[in-house]
Structure formats: C-alpha cells, structure tokens
C-alpha cells in the first residue's frame, strides 16, 4: 500500500557565506523562504518549517505558492534528496521522481552506462535494469549516441535519456515538478502520452505547478505553502482561490 506521513518537518539551508550581508530587502517580499537569524550573522533559509502532510492512495495532491515558497524543495523531501533537518518522513510504496531527472548521470560515461547508473539510483536491481534497457534505449532514440559519453550529447538528447530511465517504471507515488515536456515536437508528443500514462496508474501523485489549468486536470486536493509553511490544507479551488488573492 502507498502511502506519506510527514510529522513537522523542517529543512534550513544554512549560508555560510551571508554573515554581515543586510538583508532589508526581506521586507516587502512575497517570494522565497523564511530567512531566520538576520541580526546574529548567521543566516539560515528556513525552505520548510513544521510541515504536516497524509497522503493515501487516490490523493492527487496540488503544490502551490509563490516562487520560493517550498513546493521544490518538498517533493525533494518525498524523493528522499533532502534529509530533513527537523521531524520525520514516512514513506511507503516505490517511488518515482521527476523532479531532478538527471540527478547522479555523468557526463564522462556513455548513455548505455548511465541507464545502469541511473537505474541503480532509481532502486532497481541490476537484472531489472538489464531487462529495461532495450526499451529505454528504443525510447530515447538516441541510435549509436547510446555508446558515447554523455558529454558528447545536445541538453535535449541527455533530457531524452533522463526521462526514457525515469518513467520506465511504473510508481506508486509520482513526484512531479511541472508537467514537464521533453525533446523536440515528436519527442515531446511521445513522452507526454507517456507521462499521462504513469501519472493516472500512480497511487498518489504530487505535482508542484504554477498552472490552474494543469492543477485543475490532474490534482483532487492541495496545500498552499508561503515561507515554507503549509498556510492552507484543503480543496483545489480553495487553495487557488486563496493563493490568488494574496
Ligand atoms: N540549495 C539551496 N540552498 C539554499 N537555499 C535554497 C536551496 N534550495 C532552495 N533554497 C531556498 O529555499 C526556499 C524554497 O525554495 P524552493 O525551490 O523549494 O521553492 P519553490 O516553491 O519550488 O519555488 P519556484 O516556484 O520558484 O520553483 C527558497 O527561499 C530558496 O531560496
Ligand atoms: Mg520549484
């Protein structure tokens, strides 16, 4: 069974290199995280503070809030990126997220490697991953690029092959940052048919986005952060209503 329980999670982004900086511009903002210690020299980013969240499956949960207010670095907290500085995660169920796609691929190995590797991020086993790998590389359609380093690739024939690994298992939980579009007009065509795909068989999805529109075809319920904070926990239109007017 899928499921989250996060329990007053924080994260705080210490900055070393801030001490003695002023930062009046902190008033009169509506973007960014909380800043904490302005006056002792040393600055912290509180990016979340106290967050509480359940999430079952059926729940298609909807991020919202201004530039800066969490919803990032939340869904890297779900992914397992982040440690959280305060509280705890819990997290049940295999897990998907397009959120980094190309977190851990390097540059110096050829795709055919990279698949491996990002495979082995992803939490397969390495006889899973042999099995994938024919259908990841016909997914990408990178031809004989699949033998060469990655550094030889255009940032479009690496996003194909970022995205060709992420999406070719199918999640109980769905991590997502925007909808995000991949490659060229036919690629993009393929990989969102794709996208839909995975997006309506997960359990749980999690979408951070900007769109009312895209929010509104995908998400049955939503939180509204400000400074990190969960400010309003309840229904899509609620959400959007309240983050619109301030
Ligand atoms: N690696 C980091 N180091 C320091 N501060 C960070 C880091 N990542 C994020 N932050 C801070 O944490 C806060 C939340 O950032 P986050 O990326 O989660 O916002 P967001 O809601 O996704 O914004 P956007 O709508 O612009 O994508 C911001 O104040 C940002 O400055
Ligand atoms: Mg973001």
């Known amino acids: 069974m899928a499921s989250i329980a996060l329990r007053n999670v924080g994260i705080d982004f210490p900055i070393y290199n801030a001490r003695g900086r002023s930062l009046k511009t902190n008033v009169l903002r509506r973007v960014g995280g909380h800043i904490e210690g302005q006056g002792s020299g040393i600055v912290t980013i509180e990016a979340l503070r106290q967050v509480n969240l359940d999430l079952r499956p059926g729940d298609r949960l909807a991020l919202v809030g201004h530039n800066g207010a969490g919803k990032s670095t939340l869904l890297r907290v779900l992914s397992g990126a982040y ?38 991020i992803l939490g397969l086993t390495f006889k899973e991953i042999e099995a ?13 690029f699949m033998g060469l380093p990655m550094r030889t690739y255009s940032s ?3 996003l194909r092959l970022a995205f060709a690994v992420s999406t070719a298992v199918q999640p109980d939980i769905l991590l997502l940052d925007e909808l995000i579009s991949v490659g060229d007009a036919g690629f993009a065509e393929k990989s969102k048919a794709r996208m839909q795909q995975i997006v309506e068989k997960s359990r749980i999805l999690v979408l951070a986005s900007h769109s009312p529109e895209m929010l509104r075809e995908y998400c049955n319920r939503a939180v509204l952060l ?20 301030g």
């Open 83 to 120: 440690e959280p500085t305060h509280g705890s995660v819990e997290i049940r169920g295999k897990i998907s997220s397009l959120v980094d796609l190309a977190l851990g691929m390097d540059a110096e190995l050829t795709g055919r490697e990279n698949i491996v590797l990002r495979g082995v």
């Open 132 to 144: 994938l790998a024919p259908e990841i590389e016909e997914f990408s359609e990178l031809g004989g």
């Open 156 to 158: 479009g024939m690496a």
């Open 226 to 245: 400000k400074e990190g904070q969960v400010v309003l926990d309840g229904s899509l239109d609620e959400v959007l209503e309240a983050h619109a007017a």
